[in-house]
């Protein structure tokens, strides 16, 4: 238990004025079965208490600690060290203003998030309960509801890295797409008429990192290639 | 985005990794333009062909020069690659092979035909 | 942070005609690159290549590949510049070039398929 994991973080104090760069660690095997983040947490426990990263449950179910991890975006809390090859390159999520060592400003992420308004919308009045949902309706939500907002997918998008300015990004349309499938949402028509855009939409061009990105194994190429053809479907 | 000197953009292209479905999707757009430049070649030789017989030979000796067995190469391994991910990416468009790992089986697909068939034209060719 | 530009109602189409050219080209660029195979092979002579290009339906369907070939180019240049160009100026320019390019090579093209020259 006393093998040592070597790991190279990002590094960025925006006070010291300097510019960002890796700094090299070596922290101890903890526990069986170890994550990245509990080796982020014991270097700034135990050696460096100056290094910021955002981190919550701690179980992949808040989506705070997305961060690039050797190349790939995922969460350090649910990334086993075992599986990783060492020394381990933990950067910020890709294309961010970083705020901080590991932490990036997510309002832009966010924004675009609200832009594909996340809510249901309808103009038929209240029913006297609730709108109802039949069984199979609802298993169309399964693979589209369950994102966690973690931005893994928008960040490891190159599309979205040239264009993130105006095309929406993986995380926001895989949710367009859960309006757009759930049967009790009434303003479908709106949402497609918020999308047919080159920009907002059709950037994608299947790049599929989104999809190799996401910690819960959603597909976000597959949303967005369903709106194109309901798109299509509406139009012909 | 407007960037600032306080915060700089996190490394995006330079330090994500290579993912093979990316790769395709780099290689159909590589080989798209290629196709078009191939397009210039082949307009040359379509004219050449269809004018004087001293013209069709010039367009024979062009094609199995150096220069001409190597654009027909790229043109040639261009093609098939733009031909097979094009028909990858109208599947995936109508809906098929939508899954995380058909997505990742049909881009390893591609790519291995195209080399194994870019192989053997550069036996032919070169 | 800008102010909201609102959606310009298109992208459907260009995705719509990408694919419906690919669809064309993907039946008929292989007879391109047939015809080239069986030249540089030496089993087709020249009296051979001008017997089947001089074909009415051979020309009707020659034709028809010249202009998926364009459409297909000219939406995908467009698609390759968007993503990379960012200067509007610069972008609307250069499509501006290259569609003239495309353009003039179409109807050259055109000119010896029905052997207007």
């Known amino acids: 238990m006393d093998k040592m994991i070597r790991l190279s973080v990002f590094r960025f104090d925006p006070e010291a004025g300097d510019k960002p760069f890796m700094q090299a660690f070596e922290v101890p095997v903890t526990k069986p079965g170890m994550k990245l983040l509990d080796a982020l947490n014991y270097i700034k426990w135990h050696i460096d208490g100056t290094l910021t990263y955002r981190r919550s449950c701690g179980e992949g179910v808040c989506g705070s600690d997305g961060l690039n991890i050797n190349g790939v975006n995922g969460l350090a809390c649910i990334t086993e060290i075992a599986g990783l090859k060492q020394p381990i390159h933990v950067r910020p999520l890709p294309s961010m203003l970083v705020i901080r060592d590991l932490v990036v400003d997510m309002d832009h992420f966010f924004d675009q998030y609200r832009q594909i308004k996340p809510w249901m919308q309808t103009s038929t009045p209240v029913p006297e309960h609730e709108r109802l949902q039949a069984p199979q309706d609802r298993a169309k939500l399964d693979g589209q509801y369950e994102c966690i907002l973690c931005g893994c997918c928008t960040t490891s998008c190159p599309s979205w890295w040239w264009n993130g300015d105006r095309f929406l990004g993986p995380a926001a349309l895989l949710q367009a797409n859960r309006w757009i499938v759930d049967s009790r949402d009434e303003a479908t028509g709106e949402r497609f008429d918020q999308l047919e855009d080159a920009f907002r939409l059709y950037r994608c061009h299947q790049i599929m990192n989104c999809m190799e990105a996401c910690p819960k194994q959603l597909n976000p190429t597959a949303a967005i290639n369903h709106i194109k053809r309901s798109m299509l479907k509406r139009q012909s | 985005m407007i960037s600032n000197r306080q915060q700089p953009l996190s490394p995006r292209l330079s330090v994500y990794r290579w993912h093979l479905t990316m790769v395709a999707s780099l290689a159909h757009r590589a080989s798209g333009l290629f196709l078009i430049v191939f397009m210039v070649f082949y307009f040359i030789l379509l004219s050449l062909m269809t004018g004087a017989p001293e013209q069709f030979d010039l367009s024979l000796s062009l094609m199995h020069s150096l220069y001409g067995r190597v654009l027909l190469w790229l043109g040639f391994a261009s093609f098939v690659y733009h031909f097979l991910n094009g028909i990858r990416f109208l599947l995936l468009d109508a809906g098929y092979g939508e899954s995380r790992y058909a997505m990742r089986l049909s881009a390893r697909m591609v790519l291995a035909v195209t080399l194994l068939m870019a192989a053997g034209a550069a036996v032919a060719l070169l | ?117």
Request: proline share 2%; aromatic share 14%.
């Open chain 3, 1 to 117: 942070m800008k102010h909201d530009q609102g959606v310009s109602h298109h992208g459907v189409g260009e995705w719509y005609w990408q694919r419906a050219s690919a669809v064309l080209l993907m039946f008929l660029l292989p007879c391109a690159f047939y015809v080239l195979g069986m030249v540089y092979a030496g089993v087709w002579q020249q009296s051979d290549v001008l017997r089947i290009v001089q074909m009415p339906w051979v020309r009707v369907l020659h034709s028809l590949l010249l202009m998926a070939l364009l459409l297909h180019a000219y939406l995908g240049i467009k698609v390759v510049i968007e993503d990379y160009l960012h200067i509007t100026g610069i972008r609307v320019s250069l499509m501006f070039l290259i569609t003239s390019l495309l353009a003039v090579f179409g109807i050259a093209w055109l000119a010896l398929i029905w052997g207007w020259a």
